[in-house]
């Protein structure tokens, strides 16, 4: 069966058209490395052209890497192995840096097989895009839902950025090896995925505000596989095939959603700006910062924290001023997040002339209110599954966390909790009250 036929009825009777943007299949068990060199093998000619690149790093050779090569051998392709350095110490980043280095290194190749996650995975996309060459990725870990999106997001002059390109042409893994994969990783996948339960409101809030094409149907295509793992988190921190693979599962199913709608919308909001604004600062300072999902589930207890205080509003006065600039605070990227900031001042002035039209506030309460998370309960969820549910648990402190809260707005122009929290005056004042009652 093909991917898209397994995201069910609500969405083939209705997206159809829609079935080119997603990867062909996904290939997931124990002979995987095998039965993705055989889907290759069926898309490259019999003679000539048959050159694959396998990308890994050093983490993911030995995982998969060295398997999924000797399996394309073994098919009769010509495996290229590539190992994508660990640049000054830290783990490979997506980059424009990064991005020539593979380009360069893959230029006589006619398909990228990337073995990793994250970075691998959007590297691979963005370099093939570009070549109009084909990808595909075998997953190590569950910890992403980019893995069938076509979304490719790397920091452009230091800037958390959203390029769209196409998604891979198979999505592969190994259970075994997801299950074998570091418990940051699959705690990051977790918070990944439990962000759709707070960005769906963002989503559904942009089709209030400014007409943004909303679909039920892709809102809901991991309903049916949450259950497997979220009724079980514990099996998560025990590391069991079983749930990791569901939760795998639920991140591609992610992924496919993304691709369906062409955005990041039904899988990405506010709780994703506070995790890019963490990560941006750190990268301009020259230190570490914990993983992007691990930092996502903080920031998805937040967003649903802070939309519960702002939609108990009766009638709030909702304010159009720019939100404030951290120059500084920014260090060598501020003129950059500057460009974002002033698009993101002037859709702030957008939403605000909308709310303020008579009725729409309350309609905006009653129709987000109900498919609102509790805060309480993501919080618990990430705990049971000893996951990330604190802001000490991201290895920084609060008033980082909160320096954050109070700058990710500005990165994007897209309109999510933060800026509805800042325009209705929620923001600035209850953030530590907030930290303190959820994230402590």
């Known amino acids: 069966m093909e991917l898209f036929d397994a995201l069910g009825p609500a969405v083939t009777s209705t997206l159809a058209g829609r079935r080119d943007r997603l990867p062909r299949s996904l290939i997931l068990g124990a002979d995987a490395p095998e039965r993705l060199a055989a889907a290759l093998v069926g898309e490259l000619p019999a003679v000539g052209a048959r050159r694959v690149a396998v990308v890994f790093d050093a983490r993911t050779r030995p995982a998969a890497g060295e398997r999924c090569a000797a399996a394309l051998g073994a098919r009769g392709l010509s495996p290229e192995p590539l190992l994508l350095p660990d640049p000054e110490g830290h783990w490979p980043r997506c980059d424009e840096a990064s991005r020539a280095w593979l380009a360069e290194r893959t230029s006589g190749c006619d398909y990228l097989l990337g073995v990793g996650s994250g970075v691998i995975s959007d590297l691979c996309k963005w370099v093939a895009f570009d070549a109009d060459k084909p990808a595909a990725i075998f997953a190590t870990a569950a910890s992403m839902n980019g893995y069938a999106a076509a979304n490719v997001a790397p920091a452009i002059a230091g800037v958390k950025t959203l390029i769209l390109a196409r998604a891979h042409r198979h999505v592969a893994a190994d259970p075994a090896v997801l299950a074998a994969a570091p418990a940051t990783l699959t705690s990051a996948g977790l918070g990944d995925v439990l962000a759709k339960t707070v960005s769906t409101v963002d989503w559904k809030m942009n089709e209030l ?63 994703h700006l506070l995790s890019h604004a963490l990560d941006m600062r750190a990268d301009a300072e020259g230190v570490e910062h914990d993983l992007h999902g691990r930092q996502v589930g903080v920031g998805t207890i937040f967003a649903a924290a802070l939309y519960e205080r702002v939609l108990a509003l009766e009638a709030p006065r909702f304010d159009d001023a720019p939100l404030p600039l951290d120059r500084e605070g920014w260090g060598p990227i501020g003129a950059s997040v500057a460009e974002h900031h002033a698009a993101q001042s002037r859709r702030l002035v957008e939403a605000v002339a909308r709310l303020r039209e008579p ?54 122009e897209r309109f999510t909790s933060i800026d509805l929290a800042w325009v209705s005056g929620v923001l600035p004042a209850a953030a530590p009250a907030i930290v303190d009652a959820h994230l402590s």
């Open 359 to 412: 009725d729409l506030w309350q309609e905006l309460r009653t129709t987000l209110g109900p498919m609102l998370p509790k805060a309480a309960w993501l919080r618990e969820v990430l705990r049971r599954a000893g996951a990330v549910h604190r802001v000490a648990d991201l290895g920084i402190g609060r008033e980082r966390f909160l320096w954050s809260v109070y700058n990710c707005a500005q990165i994007r």
């Open 209 to 271: 505000l400014f007409g943004e094409a909303f679909d039920p149907a892709i809102a809901g295509i991991i309903d049916g596989i949450e259950g497997r793992f979220l009724s079980r988190p514990e099996a998560l921190a025990r590391a069991e095939a079983d749930a990791v693979s569901a939760l795998f599962e639920a991140l591609v199913f992610s992924g496919c959603a993304m691709s369906l709608q062409g955005s990041s919308m039904p899988a990405s909001g506010g709780e």
